[in-house]
Every structure is written in structure tokens, then in C-alpha cells.
């Protein structure tokens, strides 16, 4: 199994604040989930967010490098809205 690289995550997770979750609020329903799809050890799907919700993620959330989203602590992606439906 590899193992993850936690230079590509924050080391310790960022809670939202109430504002933030607030004005996040108007995106969850439109979050799109992958089929689910598995190997022999976990359960994968992709998930992409509206590109608006994008604008108002904090700004700890990104790669400074790449400006793209780390890989998030499981608390920061369920305040973000995404769950395991």
C-alpha cells in the first residue's frame, strides 16, 4: 500500500468557521459524486465541486504551488458538504 504524502496536506486539519460554512451552505446540492468503485483494499469515488464553491474554500485548503486543492483531513472535507452517500 502506498503511503500518503503528507506534505500535500495540512498538518493538522483547518476547521471552517460558521461564516465560512454558512456561505458554503448553497453548493452542497450541487456536489457531484463518481459511481463508486473499489481494489482489493478501499472504496474510491471521485467528487467534484461547483466551481463557484471553489472561490470562497479557504485559502489553506489549496497548493500554493499547483492551486489546486490539498488532500484534505476528513474533517475539513465534510465541512466542506461532501459526504459518503
Avoid: C
Avoid at 481494489?39 to 470562497?56: A, G, T
Avoid at 484534505?72 to 461532501?82: A, T, V, Y
Amino acid at each position: 500500500m502506498a503511503s500518503v504524502d503528507a506534505s500535500r496536506m495540512n498538518r493538522q486539519p483547518r476547521a471552517l468557521t460558521q461564516t465560512e460554512r454558512d456561505r458554503l451552505e448553497e453548493f452542497i446540492d450541487n456536489i457531484s459524486y463518481s459511481a463508486r468503485y473499489s481494489d482489493d483494499e478501499y472504496e474510491y469515488r471521485h467528487v467534484q465541486l461547483p466551481k463557484p464553491m471553489l472561490k470562497i474554500i479557504p485559502k489553506e485548503y489549496f497548493d500554493t504551488n499547483n492551486n489546486t486543492l490539498k488532500l484534505l483531513w476528513e474533517e475539513e472535507w465534510r465541512g466542506l458538504g461532501i459526504t459518503q452517500v
